[in-house]
């Protein structure tokens, strides 16, 4: 009798595990089945506008995370797919930010040198561990816990963020190498550097931001990352500035994101990067949950943080499989 009343207990504890697991996976058919087809012609238009949007700016935070420019293309691709299909956030794009690509590099840079193969492979492994993560916390019904963090916690990690990409950045920006590790390190290296700027590189770059600014300004709606992307390009390619020092990402691939095999019996790798994907996981969740519930309180929507960790969860993984990364 005994052994019957525990086994009878195991199966109600599985059952009530298992069946909040397959209503979050179950997403996409709910979706379809309640999706209004009168939206279809303005959810298209708002779709690509922000494809158009997020092509320059995927590249960029690949290029922040020193990764090559195609991984922040399949990331945002993926990402976007695989997060609207199983988010509950009806405006939330999933796919690279600027502070999680700081993170990237961050947590692999004292594992592996950038600009490696094995540098890419690694970020690929670590995204698969972001989204195991960040699924286990959704399938868990554990999306309770961002409840307290503090929103200025986010703003001052958002805002440092910010901060640490400037610093990063303005050696690139004017064509200068110079230390970037600490603050100090980085001031000193740029002032001593600066009489080595590349004025072409510098007048692009630093027209490039102006494009942007000024259109901003004439109309938020348009997508000023990718006008001033093309109109780099054309300069470059009319004035032959690729061959004047200024460089150049080069062709990007034309087909569609492919398959990679990761190094998932490497434990010792996997030990490795287990820190940075905790710390990734739990600050993309924390980042997405803020997002989500602004945009929810302009348009009423109800949220489920849950769905919301699953559906992270599982573009992260998918990212991770198909040459993405976190």
Do not use: C
């Not at 590349?198 to 770059?205: D, I, K, N, R, S």
């Amino acid at each position: 009798m005994d052994e019957m009343l525990a086994d009878l207990g195991s199966k109600v504890n599985l059952g009530t595990v298992l069946e909040p697991a397959a209503y979050y996976l179950q997403r996409p058919l709910r979706l379809l089945r309640t999706y209004n087809r009168d939206k279809m012609r303005s959810d298209l238009i708002a779709g690509i506008t922000v494809a158009v949007i997020r092509l320059p700016l995927s590249m960029a935070f690949a290029l922040i995370a020193e990764l090559p420019p195609e991984m922040g293309l399949y990331t945002a691709i993926v990402g976007a797919i695989f997060g609207a299909l199983w988010g509950s956030s009806d405006q939330i794009i999933t796919g690279p930010t600027n502070a999680l690509s700081l993170l990237v590099v961050g947590a692999l840079a004292g594992i592996l040198p950038s600009g490696t193969a094995e540098f890419a492979i690694a970020a690929g492994l670590m995204a698969l561990m972001v989204g195991v993560f960040q699924l286990i916390m959704g399938l868990a019904r554990l999306g309770i816990l961002v409840n307290f963090v503090s929103h200025s916690v986010i703003v001052g990690f958002a805002t440092g963020a910010g901060i640490l990409i400037a610093i990063k950045q303005v050696g690139p920006l004017l064509h200068l190498s110079f230390p970037t590790d600490n603050l100090f390190q980085a001031i000193y290296g740029f002032f001593v550097n600066l009489p080595q700027t590349h004025p072409a590189t510098a007048v692009l770059g630093l027209g490039t931001m102006l494009v942007i600014v000024i259109l901003q300004r004439i109309n938020p709606r348009l997508p000023g990352g990718l006008f001033s992307m093309v109109l780099a390009s054309v300069v470059v390619y009319v004035f032959g500035l690729d061959k004047a020092g200024v460089v150049v990402i080069g062709q990007l691939p034309q087909h569609l994101p492919p398959f990679v095999h990761l190094p998932l019996l490497n434990l010792d790798l996997i030990a490795k990067l287990s820190t940075g994907a905790l710390a990734l996981g739990a600050i993309g969740l924390v980042q997405t949950t803020a997002i989500s519930r602004s945009m929810a309180m302009q348009t009423g929507q109800r949220l489920d943080s849950n769905q919301e960790f699953v559906g992270q969860g599982l573009a992260k993984i998918m990212a991770g499989l198909f040459s993405g990364s976190a």
